[in-house]
């Protein structure tokens, strides 16, 4: 599971699916949800970008 999690394809997607939710979910759902959702999406797609740029460092060297 770990090697799949790690696979550029897989950050990707979590990064750019995750963000494209956080961005939507205060219009979609209403009040507190919304914006709680919008956070936690968002801490996610931060984590897989964060990991995209460690794993380009390692790559280039």
Same mark, same amino acid.
């Given at each position: 599971?770990?090697?799949?999690?790690?696979?550029?394809?897989?950050?990707?997607?979590?990064?750019?699916?995750?963000?494209?939710?956080?961005?939507?979910?205060?219009? #979609? /759902?209403?009040?507190?949800? &919304?914006?709680?959702?919008?956070? +936690?999406? !968002? #801490? /996610?797609?931060?984590?897989? &970008?964060?990991?995209?740029?460690? +794993?380009? !460092? #390692?790559?280039?060297?």
């Amino acid at each position: 599971m770990k090697s799949l999690l790690a696979s550029k394809s897989v950050l990707w997607f979590l990064f750019l699916f995750n963000l494209a939710v956080a961005a939507a979910a205060p219009f #979609v /759902v209403d009040g507190t949800q &919304g914006i709680m959702t919008a956070v +936690g999406m !968002g #801490v /996610v797609s931060l984590g897989a &970008g964060v990991s995209l740029v460690r +794993g380009r !460092g #390692v790559d280039a060297a």
